[in-house]
Nanobody
Framework: QVQLVESGGGLVQAGGSLSLSCAAS????????MGWFRQAPGKEREFVAA????????YYADSVKGRSTISRDNAKNTVDLQMNSLKPEDTAIYYC?????????????????WGQGTQLTVSS
């Protein structure tokens, strides 16, 4: 089992940048592929980015592609999401998720472990 704790959320002006971090504890972190999801008020949880167990493969939602970078440090048991050129529509609770498979996934049910989330608010 793995426990996930997100941090780094906050209030940012449109056009700004922010880095979200997820710290994992429990079983070997490198056994899990990782993902970031977000959920805005009144909307379903949506995929943002994912990374394979080794960190060699990444995938992004079209909505953040080109202005976000997901990375992981298996020695530190962390996965980060750097977001640039933030927009008001990026406002949401951001969740870190883990799955015990080599390949990443883009759907929420594919992940078995979730953090509590961190709020990101982008003001216009």
């Amino acid at each position: 089992q793995v426990q996930l704790v997100e941090s780094g959320g906050g209030l940012v002006q449109a056009g700004g940048s922010l880095s979200l971090s997820c710290a994992a504890s429990g079983r070997t972190f490198s056994s899990y592929s990782m993902g970031w999801f977000r959920q805005a008020p009144g909307k379903e949880r949506e995929f943002v980015a994912a990374i394979s167990r080794s960190g060699g493969s990444t995938y992004y939602a079209d909505s953040v592609k080109g202005r976000s970078t997901i990375s992981r440090d298996n020695a530190k048991n962390t996965v980060d999401l750097q977001m640039n050129s933030l927009k008001p529509e990026d406002t949401a609770i951001y969740y870190c998720a883990a799955r015990i498979f080599r390949d990443y996934a883009t759907t929420a049910p594919a992940y078995g472990y979730w953090g509590q989330g961190t709020q990101l608010t982008v003001s216009s």
